[in-house]
Every structure is written in structure tokens, then in C-alpha cells.
């Protein structure tokens, strides 16, 4: 029966061994030696492990799989590393269910790391060669050389290199799949290409590669841990690993969305011949490094939850009604970024469209209503536009003005409903803005 106490979660993913979702090892500092096997790429293994021995010295840990398939590993989120760890040494591994995760194996080279019973009732009825990108055959027996065969093979000379290194994120290049970083060292004339794998990376990545410092608790390189095997002065063999590329996953990407949103929520926009984004717009006319474009595809809604992340945001409960209550799901929307960084909500009446222009931190909510004879919603958009561009020239209170004193248009009715109350501990006034908003919604 197996210590609760003693078991921990790992994940195999990138050529790594998670033993955290932060701490890793490269599988070269385990018994799972990539020499010879290889985890099916683009999927993340996760196994149940327990502890069965800890050598403080060497920082080696011994583990013991309980289950290959587990269906429960949340707790692997919260999993911290209590002592130091080198090295991971797994017992014996059942290899009915290791084969299914393999994408590549050399089965006899890996029989001293599996269970003897499996692996001499398999051995006996099943010869399994080597598949997957090296594409050669461990069936090939050495020992069916002649002396005479050997003996005219020219011997040749074969040194290896160990060497750790750090590089700038904005110095790699980022492709489906890896990273590919140049690098001189004293033992070569010309600089040496080194290749990262990670399914998990995307090319588009290299366009904002800028931004991954800032989820790394602001570092700017990454560490790399490269082996060479140089035969007759001819690179024969790179094995390469790094970290924090092993770690660029899902939870990372999503840190980097995040910190570019918010670095450009915070930023002066350039100046345009325009008053309302969407969020394709936003980003490619905000990008201060080139026309980059919305890289990670960030939609309308997750822009403006970005915008609104500040607890202390008084009118926060009248945006949140406005995107996820009213407006119009066919339509975008539309970002204003001056004066104040707002937003423009389409609410679909019976009669009419409705505007709804909600400024960040601001205390009333402009509503724009145009009679739906008198035309389609992209025209009222385009109305609306021009409305807040002169706004943006001459002010709020002075468009509140002339409105108030020139004629009104037959086709709009303008409203200006204020935030009474807003964020007051002694009075809710949302009840009443939603009311005074909902009755001229019509």
C-alpha cells in the first residue's frame, strides 16, 4: 500500500521533467534517456509518482510510478519542491503502459529500466526497432561484423563538450515547435546553430518575444544546457535543453497576452484619423515595434477585462452590465483611446440602435439612439464615430452644451445618465442607473 505522504506528481512535456509546473530536469538527468526513448511530442505525460529514496548529497530522488494514466492531477498546479533535486532515478517502468506514450525507442537498450518479468516475456516473443525521427534500426546487431569487416572501418577521433550558456530572448528565433539559438565557443571556428524543442511554441512568438521577461520576474535571458559529440572536427551530435523554453506552455503564453495588453493599455497611443478600435485595430495601430498585428488573436472581451482589472474602478459594475448584459453579441466592441480610454457598446432596440459610450473611471454614461429607418447599424457606428471625434476636439461639457441648445435631429435622441452613488458605501446607485438606461432602451 502506498504513502499518500510520499506521492508527487510529475510531467514529462518538451524533452523535460516537471517535478513542479516551475522546476524541471532535462530527461538526460534521468533514467529516461533520450538516447533511446522518446515521449510523443506536442502531448504532456503526467504520472503519479511515489518517493521512494532521497540522497541528500547527490540530490538524487528515487520514484516509483503508481499510475501512468492518472484522471485526477490538479494537485500538480500547487506541487512545491521541498528539497534540492539533481537527478530522478524510476524503478522499473511497466512497459505496456510506457509504450503507448513513445514516439520513438531502441527496446533493447531500454530493458535495464524495465520490469524483468515484463521484459523477458516481451523480449521472447517481440523484437521492437527503433521508429521515429533518427529512423534506425536497433535490429542491426553489431556482433555480425566480421573481424575483417572491422578492421577496415578507418577509426576516428571523437571528443565531447559540455557547455551552459545564457541568451536573450530577444536574440532567438522562435519556429513551430523550437527555438534556434547561434552561439560561438572556443572549440569551433564558426558559430553553432543549437535547436530547442517545445510542441508547444508557435512562430508567432518570435513577434513578441520582447514580452517574455516580463513573466519571468523580469529576466531577460534564458539558460541553456547543450552536450556535443565532434567527430574528425564535424559536429556529429547537439543535445540541448533550457528551462525556461521547456516551460513556455499554456499558463505562460497567457502571462505574456496579459503583460502586452497591459503595457499597451498604459501606453499613448499614436496619433490616427480615427475614434473607435476594435481589437485588431487597437493592436496593430498601437504596436510600437512594427505592425505586428493582434499576434495572439485577443478578442474585444479579453481586451476589455484587461482594462478594467483595477479593483478600485468606480463605474466597473456598469461596463460589466453593458458587455455581458446588453450588448449586441453580432456586433464589436469599440475601443476609444482619447481622451480617456473607454468603450462603445451596441444594444439592438426594437426601434432603434442604441451607443452606449462608458469612459473608464468616468461618471455618467453617454447613450446615442438613432431610428432604425434611418439607416443600418454601420452607418450609426460611423455617426457615432464622427460625434466622438469632436468630442475629442472640444470636450464633454462643451458637446453637452450645444447639443442642449441646438435643434434636434429628427433620426437620434442623446442621454446623458449619470453614476449617482458609484462606489459608495452608503448607497448602491446601480439599481438606478440601470433603470433610468433600460427605460430608453426602446
Same mark, same amino acid.
Given at each position: 500500500? @502506498?504513502?499518500? @505522504?510520499?506521492?508527487?506528481?510529475?510531467?514529462?512535456?518538451?524533452?523535460?521533467?516537471?517535478? $513542479?509546473?516551475?522546476?524541471?530536469?532535462?530527461?538526460? &538527468?534521468?533514467?529516461?534517456?533520450?538516447? !533511446?526513448?522518446? +515521449?510523443?511530442?506536442?502531448?504532456?505525460?503526467?504520472?503519479?509518482?511515489?518517493?521512494? &529514496?532521497?540522497?541528500? *548529497?547527490?540530490?538524487?530522488?528515487?520514484?516509483?510510478?503508481?499510475? !501512468?494514466?492518472?484522471? #485526477?492531477?490538479? %494537485?500538480?498546479?500547487?506541487?512545491?519542491?521541498?528539497?534540492?533535486?539533481?537527478?530522478?532515478?524510476? =524503478?522499473?517502468?511497466?512497459?505496456?503502459?510506457?509504450?503507448?506514450?513513445?514516439?520513438?525507442?531502441?527496446?533493447?537498450?531500454?530493458?535495464?529500466?524495465?520490469?524483468?518479468?515484463?521484459?523477458?516475456?516481451?523480449?521472447?516473443?517481440?523484437?521492437?526497432?527503433?521508429?521515429?525521427?533518427?529512423?534506425?534500426?536497433? %535490429?542491426?546487431?553489431?556482433? #555480425?561484423?566480421? =573481424? %575483417?569487416?572491422?578492421?577496415?572501418?578507418?577509426?576516428?577521433? $571523437?571528443?565531447?563538450?559540455?557547455?551552459?550558456?545564457?541568451?536573450?530572448? $530577444?536574440?532567438?528565433?522562435?519556429?513551430?515547435?523550437?527555438?534556434?539559438?547561434?552561439?560561438?565557443?572556443?572549440?569551433? &571556428?564558426?558559430?553553432?546553430?543549437?535547436?530547442?524543442?517545445?510542441?508547444?511554441?508557435?512562430?508567432?512568438?518570435?513577434?513578441?518575444?520582447?514580452?517574455?521577461?516580463?513573466?519571468?520576474?523580469?529576466?531577460?535571458?534564458?539558460?541553456?544546457?547543450?552536450?556535443?559529440? *565532434?567527430?574528425?572536427?564535424?559536429?556529429?551530435?547537439?543535445?540541448?535543453?533550457?528551462?525556461?523554453?521547456? %516551460?513556455?506552455?499554456?499558463?505562460?503564453?497567457?502571462?505574456?497576452?496579459?503583460?502586452?495588453?497591459?503595457?499597451?493599455?498604459?501606453?499613448?497611443?499614436?496619433?490616427?484619423?480615427?475614434?473607435?478600435?476594435?481589437? &485588431?485595430?487597437?493592436?496593430?495601430? /498601437?504596436?510600437? +515595434?512594427?505592425?505586428?498585428?493582434? $499576434?495572439?488573436?485577443?478578442?474585444?472581451?479579453?481586451?476589455?477585462?484587461?482594462?478594467?482589472?483595477?479593483?478600485?474602478?468606480?463605474?466597473?459594475?456598469?461596463?460589466?452590465?453593458?458587455?455581458?448584459?446588453?450588448?449586441?453579441?453580432?456586433?464589436?466592441?469599440?475601443?476609444?483611446?482619447?481622451?480617456?480610454?473607454?468603450? *462603445?457598446?451596441?444594444?439592438?432596440?426594437?426601434?432603434?440602435? /442604441?451607443?452606449?459610450?462608458?469612459?473608464?473611471?468616468?461618471?455618467? @454614461? !453617454?447613450?446615442?439612439?438613432?431610428?432604425?429607418?434611418?439607416?443600418?447599424?454601420?452607418?450609426?457606428?460611423?455617426?457615432?464615430?464622427?460625434?466622438?471625434?469632436?468630442?475629442?476636439?472640444?470636450?464633454? #461639457?462643451?458637446?453637452?452644451? /450645444?447639443?442642449?441648445?441646438?435643434?434636434?435631429?429628427?433620426d437620434m435622441v442623446f442621454s446623458v445618465i449619470n453614476h449617482t452613488n458609484a462606489g459608495s458605501d452608503l448607497?448602491?446607485?446601480?439599481?438606478?442607473?440601470?433603470?433610468?438606461?433600460?427605460?430608453?432602451?426602446?
Amino acid at each position: 500500500m @502506498t504513502d499518500i @505522504t510520499k506521492q508527487r506528481f510529475v510531467r514529462i512535456s518538451g524533452g523535460a521533467l516537471f517535478l $513542479t509546473p516551475e522546476v524541471s530536469l532535462p530527461l538526460w &538527468d534521468t533514467n529516461l534517456n533520450p538516447d !533511446y526513448m522518446r +515521449f510523443k511530442p506536442g502531448q504532456n505525460f503526467c504520472w503519479k509518482t511515489e518517493i521512494v &529514496d532521497y540522497d541528500s *548529497v547527490s540530490k538524487k530522488v528515487k520514484l516509483k510510478v503508481i499510475d !501512468y494514466y492518472p484522471l #485526477e492531477t490538479e %494537485a500538480f498546479n500547487s506541487q512545491k519542491l521541498k528539497m534540492p533535486v539533481a537527478e530522478v532515478e524510476f =524503478e522499473l517502468l511497466d512497459w505496456k503502459k510506457l509504450e503507448p506514450q513513445l514516439s520513438f525507442y531502441q527496446y533493447n537498450q531500454m530493458l535495464v529500466i524495465l520490469d524483468n518479468l515484463e521484459a523477458e516475456s516481451l523480449s521472447n516473443k517481440v523484437k521492437v526497432p527503433a521508429v521515429g525521427a533518427l529512423g534506425v534500426s536497433s %535490429a542491426f546487431d553489431k556482433a #555480425e561484423f566480421s =573481424e %575483417a569487416q572491422e578492421s577496415s572501418i578507418p577509426v576516428k577521433k $571523437t571528443r565531447f563538450f559540455s557547455e551552459r550558456f545564457t541568451c536573450f530572448y $530577444t536574440d532567438a528565433t522562435f519556429l513551430t515547435g523550437c527555438v534556434k539559438v547561434l552561439q560561438n565557443f572556443k572549440w569551433t &571556428d564558426n558559430p553553432v546553430t543549437i535547436t530547442l524543442e517545445n510542441s508547444s511554441i508557435l512562430a508567432e512568438f518570435d513577434l513578441v518575444k520582447s514580452f517574455f521577461h516580463k513573466v519571468h520576474d523580469g529576466r531577460k535571458k534564458f539558460d541553456v544546457f547543450a552536450e556535443f559529440e *565532434v567527430t574528425d572536427g564535424e559536429i556529429t551530435e547537439i543535445k540541448a535543453f533550457s528551462p525556461q523554453i521547456a %516551460a513556455i506552455g499554456d499558463q505562460f503564453i497567457e502571462g505574456v497576452k496579459q503583460a502586452r495588453m497591459h503595457m499597451f493599455l498604459k501606453k499613448s497611443m499614436p496619433s490616427v484619423d480615427k475614434s473607435l478600435f476594435t481589437a &485588431d485595430e487597437f493592436f496593430s495601430h /498601437h504596436d510600437e +515595434f512594427g505592425e505586428k498585428g493582434n $499576434t495572439f488573436n485577443t478578442n474585444e472581451m479579453e481586451l476589455l477585462l484587461a482594462s478594467i482589472a483595477e479593483s478600485s474602478l468606480r463605474n466597473r459594475r456598469q461596463i460589466e452590465y453593458l458587455a455581458g448584459g446588453l450588448h449586441s453579441p453580432e456586433q464589436k466592441i469599440r475601443f476609444t483611446l482619447k481622451p480617456v480610454f473607454g468603450f *462603445v457598446f451596441c444594444i439592438n432596440g426594437q426601434t432603434m440602435n /442604441h451607443f452606449c459610450w462608458e469612459l473608464l473611471n468616468s461618471h455618467a @454614461t !453617454y447613450l446615442w439612439s438613432f431610428d432604425k429607418a434611418s439607416g443600418n447599424i454601420k452607418e450609426h457606428y460611423q455617426r457615432v464615430e464622427i460625434i466622438i471625434a469632436g468630442i475629442r476636439e472640444t470636450g464633454r #461639457e462643451l458637446y453637452k452644451q /450645444h447639443f442642449r441648445l441646438l435643434p434636434p435631429e429628427p433620426d437620434m435622441v442623446f442621454s446623458v445618465i449619470n453614476h449617482t452613488n458609484a462606489g459608495s458605501d452608503l448607497k448602491d446607485g446601480f439599481p438606478e442607473w440601470k433603470h433610468r438606461l433600460l427605460e430608453r432602451l426602446v
